[in-house]
């Protein structure tokens, strides 16, 4: 049995302002054809369907074809809501959609209602566990349950046990396959990921999926393998400058009579690359080394130890994918570290004043014609004060 694991398609999403419609169409186009190319029997997206709780028109619809490009293709769909998704919206006509082939897993009574997907000899349950907010979760999972998300997963986890042991009694086994939408202990963050809590508190132990056949996680960006049964696919596309090296797509996993078989890397490129460029504006604008970042969304850091005028307009005029530029003098000078109190306290007359905020918010001292032209203004005010 061939399951693809994915996660994290935020539909929807902006990236610094650029829309991404397109962008996640093609991914899904790419995704269809891994489905009907490898036979895949059932996808599963593993929270944050959606980048929002409310998915524009447009976005909806996507999602609409998506889902019934891959149940026509003859593939299940399983899917969770994330902690971007609003689980009521996204759960709804559930009931009805499962009739189709679209099993929705969004609230706390679906957890040991797994989707069951049989292949001759072997019986694959996938339980779904949508994001579960400790506030709200715990009192509905029981008043012992700490609100905490380590609580509230371990005991979503502890009932799907439950499940399957009284499956294997009932002389019924099964593969048991778990999704979750979870910061699980060990995992790489990326910078595109709404925190779970403050300060790591929100990881949740590994060997929470230690029983499990295949454990399919979402809510990290990158893919990685944290057990030989527990990965998260990562997100098909990337959605800040700190993926720029990652590799994109999802995961292809074989299940067998005897567990599981492999774990294989799915790659679907995207249709524009990110670069992350860092140094003098003139070094950038004449290293040819760089022709490949003039077609991509690029990050730029400047490190002029002078801010550079006009320094969006002149790296666009190379680069135009430039979507983020900031600015670290390499020498550390220029008094970046003194406040501009301080620098305030220390002006001698008006034109210090005016000349050293200009400084200030730029990083740049007043050019003598900037320099001339305050000393007029001021000239002006102080004539028009006499006057008064």
């Known amino acids: ?9 935020h539909l929807g999403r902006s990236f610094h302002g650029v829309g991404m419609l ?31 709780a409310l998915p524009g028109v447009d976005v909806v619809r996507l999602l609409d074809e998506a889902l019934a490009g891959i149940t026509g293709a003859g593939a299940r769909v ?9 689980a009521a919206r996204l759960g709804f006509g559930g009931r009805i959609f499962e009739q189709g082939g679209v099993h929705l897993r969004t609230g706390i009574e679906a957890i040991t209602s797994p989707v069951l997907l049989h292949d001759g000899a072997a019986t694959v349950a996938v339980y779904g566990i949508p994001y579960l907010e400790p506030r709200l979760a715990a009192p509905e999972l029981g008043t012992d349950v700490p609100s905490s998300h380590a609580g509230v997963l371990g005991e979503a986890v502890r009932r799907i046990k439950e499940d399957v042991r009284v499956r294997e009694e009932a002389g019924e086994p099964v593969l048991p396959v778990v999704m979750a939408h979870t910061f699980a202990s060990g995992g790489i963050t990326s910078d595109s990921e709404r925190d779970l809590s403050v300060g790591g508190v929100g990881a949740v132990p590994l060997d929470l999926f230690s029983s499990f056949t295949y454990a399919a996680l979402g809510h990290l960006h990158g893919r990685q393998e944290l057990a030989s049964n527990v990965w998260y696919s990562g997100s098909p596309l990337p959605y800040s400058f700190s993926e720029a090296r990652q590799a994109k797509g999802g995961l292809l996993v074989e299940l067998g009579p005897s567990g599981l078989s492999g774990v294989v890397p799915v790659a679907w490129p995207a249709p524009k690359r990110l670069e992350v460029l860092r140094g003098t504006l003139e070094d950038l604008l004449a290293d040819t080394g760089l022709a490949e970042a003039e077609d991509a969304w690029c990050q730029v850091t400047l490190t002029d130890d002078s801010r550079p ?20 003098p390499a ?7 003194e406040s501009y109190s301080r620098r305030l306290a220390s002006a001698t007359d ?39």
């Open 22 to 52: 397109q962008a996640q169409r093609a991914f899904l186009d790419q995704l269809l054809e891994t489905v009907r190319g490898e036979g895949v029997d059932a996808v599963l997206i593993s929270g944050d369907v959606y980048d929002r």
């Open 331 to 337: 020498s550390g000078s220029r008094g970046t570290n």
């Open 350 to 388: 008006d034109l210090d004043v005016c000349c050293g905020f200009l400084d200030h918010v730029r990083s740049r001292e007043a050019a003598p014609e900037e320099r001339d032209l305050f000393a007029e203004v001021l000239r002006k005010v102080n004539a028009a004060e006499v006057a008064k």
């Open 1 to 9: 049995m061939r399951i693809l694991h994915t996660s994290d398609w």
């Open 309 to 328: 005028a006009k320094a969006m307009e002149r790296i666009r005029s190379r680069f135009p994918g430039t979507l983020a530029l900031s600015f670290e």
């Open 78 to 86: 399983i899917l969770t809501s994330g902690n971007h998704d609003s």
